[in-house]
């Protein structure tokens, strides 16, 4: 007896099906896919599929749900998105980040007694994106109107069951929340008691949301019934929210509480189709936002890798890890310095940066012995037929030019001696995400965010207002190209991925997590390209994250932000023998019990025309498919 339980644990020890379980079960489909970061938000989705409605409108549906459920994010926050076109094979790239309104200088902040702009509150808020995002798909990508696409969050906004995490955030916030009259009367709906927040379970109404929608809706309404074409119609909910009535309380519900965006700043802000950023990494285009996101992060550090055989390393070695964190943290210091809005001046040496011959020199940096805590940006106008017009600013901060390597090293150490827990919380902070595919070849991922908990709402909207504005910079020397001015957008962390092999979706990929997020998706395309892993275990995969970065969310002081260099955090089943070796190299070692962060992904079976899906078991994050 006990030699057959031996014999049947070592078959199912090689099982490969067993080998690859997972906490969550793959998601399979063969005519659609919805996955989000709430199971209700995902019913959202799910229920515009079933009356027809492509990918597009799905994601729309699913974007209104997350925001009306305060799913780390609101209505008056920024949306971006990557969309394969089936019908043209492009992938679109949708911008509906925010800008900076009249009066958000440098200057101003500074007044103040800021080293960056304030995490909350009015003066944290772009001009809400989400809305005019969301129409804009809707108009040029969809085939329903946005009365029937929000029909289900403007169902949530009437009364629905609350979910314990948005109403324990309510409540862990509240003595904020009260600082803001309209985000008290809506959030905390029991003001005086012990508990003021809403219960888990409770049904948590949001009359003025409610209204909001309802107007936008109406516009829409009156427009088709006048006989105007579909598009024409959506526009008049569109003119509605930022021209009509609806921006002007938003407005003056900023402008009441010491917010500086105006008419004008709602009128001039558009949301920018723009082409995507690609690289080519081993037969795979991987295709990311422009860099006012922090996309290229992830294509600069697959043409660092591409250099080094992976797979020889093993998943998770210590000398996989080791080589994944250098090139994590060489992209990301070009990010700290290079990224920026490319609408405004100057404009970022964005060809250098992706520039395969630039990736091999910014390669042959890692040394394999330790880590580099004093890695700084590199240098990458030469690989644009350019010289750098900054290298004054890089010396301002203690980086020399090192003529051989083109790299800059500082002389000096920083150090973030912020407490663990805080960091960690702005390094993850807000975002969720949203994938949706169809079974005509409609494929959307999308990273909104902006507006989370806590958030001041806006006057009698119902609408939280984002605090993107904290992403800018007020000293040029840390980012000459994403300098905080009026009417620019700021960079920021969101980052949907598509993949595409021989011309046809691969994967598409989101996860929300502010400056982890492209670390993530990285380690998660990764397991997959490298490592066979199938979707689902992918998204749950042990993970690593670098804290060798500048922060894009935090406090106002400068060392708030600062980098921790040669901090790690690993998963909590690292092997004894990597930690070790790790901690030879110079490594700082955190653990957690969930490393791969909240990834939500689909994977394109082209042998059985179908659709596997895999949503992380960090978080909520759930999907359903057909």
Known sequence: MKNLCLFLLLSLALNPLFAQQTQKPMLYGNSWMAITGKPMAATAGAMIFQQGGNAVDAACAMLA??????????????????????????????????????????????????????????????????????????????????????????????????????ANSMERDKELIKTWPYSKKVLLPHLGEKREAPEAGEVFIQKDLLTTLSKMVEAEQAALKKGRTREVALMAAYDRFYKGDIGQEFVRGSKEQGGLITMDDLAKWKPVEEEALSTDYKGIKVYKLKQWTQGPVLLQALNILENFDLKAMGYNSSKYIHTVYQAMNLSFADRDFYYGDPNQNPAEPIKGLLSKDYAKQRASLIRFDKNNANIGPGD??????????????????????????????PKHDLGNNTPKEIYEDRLWRGTTSIEAADKAGWVVSVTPSGGWLPACIAGNTGIGMSQRMQSFVLDSALNPFNVVAP???????????????????????????????????LQFFLNMAEFDMNVQKATEAANFNTNQLWLSLGGTKTSDREPKPGQILLNANTKEEVRNELKKMGYVLSFSERTSGPINAIYFDWKHNSLQGGSSNHGEDYGIAW
């Open 65 to 166: 749900a997350t925001c009306t459920m305060w799913d780390t994010l609101s209505w008056g926050g920024e949306t971006q998105a990557l969309i394969y076109n089936p019908n043209t094979k492009k992938v679109i790239a949708i911008n509906a980040m925010g800008i900076a309104p009249t009066g958000a200088t440098v200057a101003f902040f500074k007044a103040k007694g800021y080293n960056f702009p304030p995490e909350y509150g009015p003066l944290a808020a772009t001009t809400p994106g989400t809305p005019g995002g969301l129409i804009y798909m809707l108009s040029k990508y969809g085939s329903m109107s946005l009365k029937q696409v929000l029909a289900p969050a403007m169902h949530m906004a009437a009364g629905y069951a609350i979910e314990a995490q948005a």
């Open 380 to 409: 990458p106008y030469p690989y644009e037929g350019k010289k750098n017009p900054y290298l004054n600013l890089l010396k301002s901060r203690g980086f020399t030019p090192d003529t051989a390597s083109r790299n800059f090293a």
């Open 487 to 521: 009417g620019k957008r700021p960079r920021v962390t969101l980052s949907p991925s598509l993949f595409l092999k021989e011309g046809k979706p691969f994967i598409s990929a989101a996860v929300q997590g502010g400056d982890t997020q492209d670390q993530n998706l």
